[in-house]
């Protein structure tokens, strides 16, 4: 099966496969997944950032992110901010977020500076992986 064209993922895929590729084999994977299943789950929404340069969508241990936010918003509603999404992340000593700059909004960034609860793994820094990989 031959296909072409180009392939669109959302946040939430990019943010799960970052976190895949710090397993080098599936075994360690599937080890760590077993392990990890039984420290517990959380469920949450992430919360978007109206920023004056673009979208910045907080995830929970970020210093932005508010734990008694309304999760009856629509994952649309975004909450103006006054600041940049730069001035912000200068502004905030822990940092778990996925940024969008403006103005095409399809400019993705992840950041992590946060210890993950439950036993989870960080998502890797995609530009070190891409890198990495690219002289392999």
Not at 77 to 84: A, H, K, M, R
Request: with cysteine.
């Amino acid at each position: 099966m031959k296909m072409s064209g180009k392939l669109s993922l959302v946040e939430p895929q990019i943010y799960e496969i970052l976190r895949i590729l710090n397993f080098d084999r599936v075994s360690n994977l599937y080890r760590f997944n077993r392990k990890r299943s039984e420290m517990g789950t959380e469920r949450f929404v992430a919360q978007k950032l109206l920023a004056k340069n673009g979208i910045i969508s907080t995830l929970p241990g970020d210093s932005s992110y508010d734990n008694n936010y309304d999760n009856s918003l629509v994952d649309t509603d975004c909450i103006p901010i006054d600041d940049t999404i730069e001035e912000n992340c200068r502004n905030n000593e822990y940092l778990h977020r996925a940024i969008y700059h403006q103005p095409d909004g399809n400019t993705l960034g992840i950041m992590c500076n946060i210890t993950q609860r439950y036993g989870h793994v960080s998502p890797v820094d995609w530009k070190n992986f891409v890198l990495s990989q690219a002289g392999d």
